[in-house]
């Protein structure tokens, strides 16, 4: 329930947010009229429209995004007659009338649109235009969706978010309405607050028609609400307790695996009796590679005395679906032990797991003992790996001479203690920090450009691309991305379109990177896309500073997913 109500809180919250001003004269439109047969309506089809939209966008169809398209068309056409009407009555009968067909007399003239009819028809095209700037809370529902794949779960949290939108709408609705009539009784100017309401209608569309709404609105940062959903964020994505816990847990059945690889199937009445380290990972995230040394050594160590290492590989990317790409990661990355793909997240929400990585250690009876997320904590968990498996023998002697030193190299090397810039995702659901003038199109191709300078943690676009929520693609050779960052390491998750060889070339700084090159490119900065996967593009070897990195793709159908640091 309390995830519920923050994600209705977030909603409320877009009535402050850049993104939904454009909607307002939509709203404010209507705000003299009945609120149960004019604005209710209104609110109860643009949340039932956004919901649908919203959960359409996270299956990720493709064309549910062009109807998307063709939906804002008609929604922009019919809101700007909307708002002639409203300017010129007289014209808005002229005007309506060839639309008036198939039984539907929603709309013969302007006051028609009161109906009940007609207001949930302005309700459905407000729907299609509001789709609010992907907030934190909203990009975390949508990523949830896409990850998880379309589930009655996630529309329900989208349906919660529109219904927070649309009450603080209705809040404004009230107050609007309050004001007309203020404004009327007193000045006795009915037909200019029409025409006035008419012209912010008209101003609306084109501002939306433009991208105005997202390229010029969301620079006023004291219109950002980003720093309170963050914070509600935190408290939706709060992590359980590490550390020791009860022996009251009891292991989650390891069923539902979408393939075992490198093992038979295995589920936990096979691993009574042993003791189990079950690591939640996918083969992209840049912490679960810096965590393999460790296990790969503890599994070297301790098999043969009990202990059995499971990798849980869940998918971030729907790349890390495909069963090959997840074998070549097992064979490049030397792991031996066995590994579940959990395409559908099955043995995730078994576990009610929520990060990459994540340890979980069960003991011989089948109980969690211990949990550990993220990098670090090593020693730690391998004395608790030793105690298991003492209490396994029944108090008797495990092998031990210590613990393991496990040093990785390329992507396995452990991170530095220096700042560095946080990750950051290029897709538009979880995209932060973008600076490129342009006003981003969502699924569809369109030019960008990088600007004069970039602030510390920006990037950009340069060249053609289409923006989709999960990955940037390249439409034209020669296209660039830029980001002014801090770190001794830069990540880049790469792939290819069309499973072709893609080249590419680094700078940083404006000239080759020398020394400074990652594994994945030589020291002048040239680098092959052949595989979807992390790529490991800088590795600094002096000072830790501010530096811009560019990486210019030389062939077209590059996918960039996300920046990450170490």
Same mark, same amino acid.
């Given at each position: 329930?309390?995830?519920?109500?923050?994600?209705?809180?977030?909603?409320?919250?877009?009535?402050?947010?850049?993104?939904?001003?454009?909607?307002?004269?939509?709203?404010?439109?209507?705000?003299?009229?009945?609120?149960?047969?004019?604005?209710?309506?209104?609110?109860?089809?643009?949340?039932?429209?956004?919901?649908?939209?919203?959960?359409?966008?996270?299956?990720?169809?493709?064309?549910?995004?062009?109807? &998307?398209?063709?939906?804002? %068309?008609? =929604?922009? !056409? /019919? @809101?700007? $007659?909307?708002?002639? #009407?409203?300017?010129?009555? *007289? +014209?808005?009968?002229?005007?309506?009338?060839?639309?008036?067909?198939?039984?539907?007399?929603?709309?013969?003239?302007?006051?028609?649109?009161?109906?009940?009819?007609?207001?949930?028809?302005?309700?459905?095209?407000?729907?299609?235009?509001?789709?609010?700037?992907?907030?934190?809370?909203?990009?975390?529902?949508?990523?949830?969706?896409?990850? &998880?794949?379309?589930?009655? %779960?996630? =529309?329900? !949290? /989208? @349906?919660? $978010?529109?219904?927070? #939108?649309?009450?603080?709408? *209705? +809040?404004?609705?009230?107050?609007?309405?309050?004001?007309?009539?203020?404004?009327?009784?007193?000045?006795?100017?009915?037909?200019?607050?029409?025409?006035?309401?008419?012209?912010?209608?008209?101003?609306?569309?084109?501002?939306?028609?433009?991208?105005?709404?997202?390229?010029?609105?969301?620079?006023?940062?004291?219109?950002?609400?980003?720093?309170?959903?963050?914070?509600?964020?935190?408290?939706?994505?709060?992590?359980?307790?590490?550390?020791?816990?009860?022996?009251?847990?009891? +292991?989650?059945?390891?069923?539902?695996?979408?393939?075992?690889?490198?093992?038979?199937?295995?589920?936990?009445?096979?691993?009574?009796?042993?003791?189990?380290?079950?690591?939640?990972?996918?083969?992209?995230?840049?912490?679960?590679?810096?965590?393999?040394?460790?296990?790969?050594?503890?599994?070297?160590?301790?098999?043969?005395?009990?202990?059995?290492?499971?990798?849980?590989?869940?998918?971030?990317?729907?790349?890390?679906?495909?069963?090959?790409?997840?074998?070549?990661?097992?064979?490049?990355?030397?792991?031996?032990?066995?590994?579940?793909?959990?395409?559908?997240?099955?043995?995730?929400?078994?576990?009610?797991?929520?990060?990459?990585?994540?340890?979980?250690?069960?003991?011989?009876?089948?109980?969690?003992?211990?949990?550990?997320?993220?990098?670090?904590?090593?020693?730690?968990?391998?004395?608790?790996?030793?105690?298991?498996?003492?209490?396994?023998?029944?108090?008797?002697?495990?092998?031990?001479?210590?613990?393991?030193?496990?040093?990785?190299?390329?992507?396995?090397?452990?991170?530095?203690?220096?700042?560095?810039?946080?990750?950051?995702?290029?897709?538009?659901?979880?995209?932060?920090?973008?600076?490129?003038?342009?006003?981003?199109?969502?699924?569809?191709?369109?030019?960008?450009?990088?600007?004069?300078?970039?602030?510390?943690?920006?990037?950009?676009?340069?060249?053609?691309?289409?923006?989709?929520?999960?990955?940037?693609?390249?439409?034209?050779?020669?296209?660039?991305?830029?980001?002014?960052?801090?770190?001794?390491?830069?990540?880049?998750?790469?792939?290819?379109?069309?499973?072709?060889?893609?080249?590419?070339?680094?700078?940083?700084?404006?000239?080759?990177?020398?020394?400074?090159?990652?594994?994945?490119?030589?020291?002048?900065?040239?680098?092959?896309?052949?595989?979807?996967?992390?790529?490991?593009?800088?590795?600094?070897?002096?000072?830790?500073?501010?530096?811009?990195?560019?990486?210019?793709?030389?062939?077209?159908?590059?996918?960039?997913?996300?920046?990450?640091?170490?």
């Amino acid at each position: 329930m309390l995830i519920f109500f923050l994600v209705y809180l977030g909603g409320l919250l877009t009535i402050f947010s850049p993104c939904v001003l454009p909607v307002l004269p939509f709203i404010f439109a209507r705000s003299d009229k009945s609120f149960l047969r004019n604005g209710l309506p209104i609110l109860l089809g643009m949340a039932a429209t956004f919901t649908l939209l919203a959960s359409f966008a996270a299956a990720g169809g493709a064309w549910l995004v062009q109807i &998307n398209q063709y939906g804002r %068309y008609a =929604a922009m !056409l /019919l @809101l700007l $007659f909307l708002g002639v #009407a409203l300017i010129f009555p *007289a +014209l808005s009968d002229r005007l309506m009338r060839p639309f008036v067909t198939l039984g539907g007399r929603i709309e013969q003239q302007a006051d028609k649109l009161s109906s009940l009819k007609g207001s949930l028809l302005l309700g459905v095209a407000v729907g299609f235009l509001w789709a609010p700037c992907a907030g934190p809370i909203l990009g975390l529902v949508l990523a949830g969706a896409a990850l &998880n794949g379309a589930n009655l %779960y996630s =529309a329900l !949290l /989208l @349906l919660v $978010f529109a219904a927070g #939108a649309a009450t603080s709408l *209705a +809040l404004a609705l009230f107050a609007g309405g309050t004001i007309l009539k203020l404004m009327k009784r007193g000045l006795g100017a009915e037909q200019w607050i029409r025409r006035c309401l008419g012209i912010a209608v008209v101003v609306g569309v084109f501002v939306i028609a433009l991208g105005w709404d997202t390229r010029f609105l969301s620079q006023f940062s004291f219109l950002s609400t980003a720093t309170t959903e963050r914070q509600l964020v935190s408290k939706l994505t709060a992590k359980p307790e590490a550390g020791n816990v009860t022996k009251t847990s009891s +292991l989650a059945q390891l069923t539902g695996a979408t393939q075992w690889l490198n093992s038979p199937p295995l589920n936990s009445e096979m691993l009574r009796g042993k003791v189990v380290l079950v690591d939640f990972w996918t083969y992209s995230c840049i912490n679960c590679l810096r965590t393999l040394p460790y296990l790969k050594a503890w599994n070297e160590k301790y098999r043969d005395q009990g202990l059995v290492i499971i990798g849980v590989h869940t998918p971030e990317f729907s790349f890390e679906k495909e069963q090959h790409n997840v074998e070549q990661a097992i064979h490049d990355l030397g792991i031996m032990y066995p590994v579940a793909m959990d395409n559908q997240y099955t043995i995730w929400n078994a576990f009610r797991n929520d990060a990459w990585p994540a340890h979980y250690l069960i003991d011989a009876q089948g109980t969690i003992r211990q949990k550990h997320f993220g990098e670090g904590a090593y020693q730690d968990t391998e004395q608790m790996i030793q105690l298991l498996l003492k209490e396994a023998h029944h108090g008797g002697q495990v092998k031990s001479d210590g613990f393991v030193n496990a040093a990785g190299s390329g992507t396995t090397a452990a991170a530095t203690e220096m700042d560095r810039s946080p990750e950051t995702y290029v897709g538009y659901a979880r995209q932060e920090n973008f600076a490129s003038p342009e006003a981003i199109k969502k699924d569809v191709a369109a030019q960008y450009s990088t600007p004069k300078s970039l602030k510390p943690d920006q990037w950009s676009l340069s060249g053609k691309w289409k923006i989709s929520s999960e990955e940037d693609v390249l439409q034209a050779a020669g296209g660039t991305i830029s980001f002014r960052f801090q770190g001794r390491d830069l990540h880049l998750v790469l792939g290819s379109l069309n499973h072709k060889p893609i080249r590419f070339k680094v700078t940083l700084d404006g000239i080759p990177p020398g020394a400074d090159h990652g594994t994945d490119i030589d020291s002048h900065g040239n680098g092959v896309i052949r595989e979807q996967r992390l790529y490991q593009l800088i590795r600094q070897r002096g000072k830790n500073s501010i530096h811009t990195f560019s990486i210019k793709f030389l062939d077209t159908g590059a996918e960039a997913f996300a920046f990450t640091f170490g």
